[in-house]
Structure formats: structure tokens, C-alpha cells
């Protein structure tokens, strides 16, 4: 008779936290029931007010993000001798290694636009603009900036993020954590109608920082910013009594959830959306009604002309959200990757943002709101001085510019230099690790102590890089 196998028991397997809740009379149950009891239902507050790590120079940042990069050298930065020397080759010495599309690359092509100084700072803009050479003096203007990728997906993720390869928190999402919120009503960080094209929801996300850090996306590309509405909140006429009992239970589901198997961050986030999304029906309906604003307030960033409408509409959103306590608000406006049709394509969006921009810094001074905001217009990278086709540039991230405004920053500054034809940032030159270094630093946080533990390391959002611009501090 052939022998059967030998039946053996089956053991429990105990996980390390099983194991330290069971020894020593439940010792570990006992820590973590104090721990979630301090917290409070086991769930704390992420967004909650926290302190910063030394005085703050502003409370906040409004970023106006033009997709797909804007043209430094028929904006801002102003090369006579790209003019002069229009139809002829590039310098071999000035060619760089890398290009996006090397074979498309003409000659040397000098900016349809006038320029000209404007304040008492004599900052140079083109004749695109016409109301925001008003706020010449209040700018702080970087023009050598540079970044390392060459590409839209890349170049947009290390703008929103710190890196172009990896999945990483976004710079709103850090900033909300190193500082919660000043209104446990609002979000932390909301962006508007943001183009996914690029980088996608990463360049809002939280990636392994706890999701309540993320950003809200409020509209997409696409959407007029007039019929954008905060997702998932009702319309406020739901039974308040019945929706704060529904949370309750889930909460209460949460804390017993904790106490047996340990804290769960995904769940607690998921619980705190619940919980600002009650809170949101009572204040987003009418932090969205721009009806109530006055006429002049209207016309002041452009809502009567449909050519600026839109724009506008976002930037009055971001004053809205600014004078709430929302720490990180993003405004969007894509089109600018001027391959072809750059004479057409940038005089119609630099006519959608000019007086929308002018209007949102004239209202930030106005509401007393300017020394403690940060504003700062850009996009991911700017574009070459060589033609491309018959009329477009194409993507640089060698040298472009960048512009701040508010507080903490040196107004009426024009900071670094590209070289004559704009190509290189060659002066004073500025990464985008030594930017987000600078606004951290302006939000009263050092980058290099603001740090998230994943994955058995410290990370950051300027990585092991980043040094604090102090030549545009004030």
C-alpha cells in the first residue's frame, strides 16, 4: 500500500504588525488607539495651517502657465543683433548639440515685433503688449532661465514637478504639504482648466505623497473657464443632516479599520476629500459666482470682450481662490508652440492674456493682497532663434524667460542674459531646480529640509539640486 503524505496543520501567518499588536497584552493596538486618538477619529487634518521654517515673505502663489512655450525673443528679451543679422546662418559656435528637429533648422530670423522700454526700470517688452507695460516696474524678470529637456512631455513634467522622468509630487502638491491651507473650506492647491496633453494628471498630482495633497483640477483644456465647476460637490441642496451622518460612519468605519489592521493614508485621504467636499457645497457656489462682482471689476480683466473673456475669467478665479486662503492656484492658456504661424499665433494669445494679467495685478494691489502673493508667468521652455519653415521657431530649453511679481521679489529687475541671438542662457544663469528653490524659499520653506521619506529615501522637490536666486530677492 503506498504511504499517504503526512497532513500538516496549517499555521497562521502574522504579519510584523499582527505580531507587535498581539505581544505584550496588545501593547502596539494600545500605542496606535493613543496615536489616532490625538489625531482625532483617526483621520488628522493634512491641509491644516502648519508652520513654515522661517518668516514667510508671502503667503501664496498663483502661477500663469502658457503651454507649449512662448517666444522670450518677441516678448521680453530684446536682441538687436538677432535683427541685424536676420537671413543669415547661425554661427557654428552658437549651434547647440541637441535640438528638437535639426533638420528643420533655417537661418537666423529677427522678431516681427517692435520693442521698447517701458517705467522708470526701462524693462523691454514687444509691442504685442499694451497694458502690461503699465506694471514694467512691478516685474522681476529672469531672462536666463534654462531647463533639460527639449520636449513638451519633459520639459513640462520638470516645470510642474522637478523632474522630466520619473513620476514625482508637483511643486502645488509639496507646497500644500509643507504648509496646509489657510481655509479648511477650499483646497490646497487648484489648478484651472490645465491642458493633459503634456505630462498629464502628473503635473497635478500628489504621486507618493498622501492624496490629499493633490491638486484640484478645476475645468480642463478645452472648457471654457465659464462653465468649469469644482468636481463632486452637488449643488448644496442635498439633506446636510444626512450627508454629515453618511461621513460620520465612514470616519467611524475608518478610526475601527485602524485600530485592527493600522493607519491607512489612501482611506484617510479619500475620508478628508469627503469631508472638504461637504464643506465645499456652502462655499464654491459662490466663490464661483463672478456675477457678484462689480462691473469695473469686469472690465478690468477683460470679461466683456470675448478675446480676453476667458483668460480673464481665470484670473479673477485666482484672486477669488487667492483671498480664500488657497495656497497654489494655477491659471493655463495653451497654443503658444510656435512651429509655424508665430507672428499670428502669438499676437492673438499674448491679446487674450495682456489685459486678464494687467487686471489680476492691478486687483492684487488694490485688495491688499500684493505683498503677500506670488505671481510668475512662463511656460516650460522658449523657442530658438532660427526659423523654422517659413515662419515659426522651434522648442528651446537652453535660454528663455521668465517673469515674478508681488512679494519677496526685486521689482523692476531684469535679471540674467541669453547671448546675442537669444540662444544660451550665458549670465546669472537660472534652472528650474533654482526657481522652485526660490519660491520654497519665498513660502518661508527650505528646499532642502522640505522632504518626503518613500521608498527608504528622503526626497524633495529639487532633488539633490537647487540654489535659492538671491539676486532677485528684496
Excluded at 505584550?24 to 490625538?38: K, N, P, R
Aim: some cysteine; aromatic content about 10%.
Amino acid at each position: 500500500m503506498k504511504p499517504q503524505p503526512r497532513s500538516i496543520p496549517c499555521q497562521p501567518v502574522w504579519s510584523r504588525r499582527d505580531l507587535l499588536s498581539g505581544m505584550g497584552a496588545g501593547f502596539g493596538s494600545l500605542a496606535l488607539s493613543a496615536m489616532l486618538a490625538e489625531k482625532g477619529s483617526g483621520s488628522e487634518a493634512p491641509l491644516a495651517p502648519k508652520e513654515s521654517h522661517f518668516t514667510p515673505r508671502v503667503k501664496r502663489v498663483i502661477i500663469l502657465f502658457m503651454f507649449g512655450g512662448p517666444s522670450h525673443l518677441d516678448t521680453f528679451d530684446y536682441k538687436p543683433f538677432l535683427t541685424r543679422d536676420s537671413g543669415k546662418p547661425l554661427p557654428a559656435e552658437s549651434r547647440p548639440r541637441v535640438v528638437s528637429f535639426p533638420n528643420r533648422m533655417g537661418n537666423l530670423v529677427g522678431t516681427p515685433f517692435d520693442f521698447k522700454r517701458h517705467g522708470q526700470s526701462g524693462i523691454w517688452m514687444s509691442s504685442l503688449f499694451s497694458e502690461l507695460p503699465r506694471h514694467a516696474d512691478d516685474l522681476c524678470m529672469i531672462n536666463s532661465m534654462y531647463c533639460s529637456n527639449s520636449r513638451h512631455g519633459g520639459a513640462v513634467l520638470e516645470w510642474h514637478t522637478g523632474t522630466d522622468t520619473f513620476v514625482r509630487p508637483s511643486m502645488g502638491s509639496w507646497i500644500a504639504y509643507g504648509l496646509g491651507t489657510e481655509n479648511q473650506n477650499f483646497p490646497g492647491y487648484v489648478t484651472i482648466c490645465q491642458d493633459l496633453s503634456q505630462g498629464g494628471a502628473n503635473n497635478f498630482g500628489s504621486a507618493f505623497l498622501p492624496a490629499a495633497y493633490q491638486g484640484t483640477p478645476l475645468g480642463y483644456y478645452g472648457l471654457k473657464p465659464q462653465e468649469a465647476q469644482i468636481p463632486f460637490i452637488g449643488d448644496g441642496k442635498a439633506r446636510r443632516d444626512l450627508q454629515r451622518m453618511e461621513i460620520e460612519l465612514i470616519a467611524a468605519m475608518d478610526h475601527r479599520q485602524a485600530l485592527t489592521r493600522g493607519p491607512d493614508s489612501d482611506l484617510d485621504a479619500r475620508i478628508a476629500s469627503f469631508e472638504l467636499a461637504y464643506r465645499l457645497q456652502t462655499e464654491a457656489p459662490e466663490m464661483q459666482d463672478l456675477t457678484k462682482e462689480s462691473k469695473a471689476t469686469h472690465a478690468l480683466y477683460g470679461l466683456e470682450d470675448p478675446a480676453t473673456a476667458e483668460f480673464g475669467t481665470q484670473c479673477l478665479l485666482a484672486r477669488r481662490f487667492a483671498e480664500r486662503g488657497v495656497r497654489f492656484v494655477q491659471c493655463n492658456l495653451s497654443g503658444w508652440d510656435a512651429h509655424s504661424r508665430l507672428k499670428e499665433d502669438h499676437t492673438h494669445l499674448t491679446h487674450a492674456i495682456d489685459k486678464p494679467i494687467a487686471g489680476l495685478l492691478t486687483d492684487l494691489k488694490q485688495r491688499g493682497l500684493w505683498d503677500d502673493t506670488l505671481v510668475i508667468w512662463g511656460g516650460e521652455f522658449g523657442r530658438t532663434p532660427t526659423c523654422e519653415g517659413a515662419d515659426g521657431r522651434d522648442h528651446n530649453p537652453h535660454g528663455y524667460t521668465m517673469w515674478l511679481a508681488g512679494g519677496g521679489v526685486k521689482a523692476g529687475l531684469t535679471g540674467g542674459k541669453t547671448d546675442d541671438y537669444g540662444y544660451f542662457a550665458t549670465e546669472d544663469k537660472v534652472h528650474v531646480h533654482d526657481l522652485h528653490a526660490t519660491i520654497l524659499h519665498l513660502l518661508g520653506l527650505d528646499h532642502k529640509r522640505l522632504t518626503y521619506r518613500y521608498a527608504g529615501r528622503d526626497f524633495r522637490l529639487t532633488d539633490v539640486h537647487g540654489e535659492i536666486v538671491d539676486g532677485i530677492l528684496a
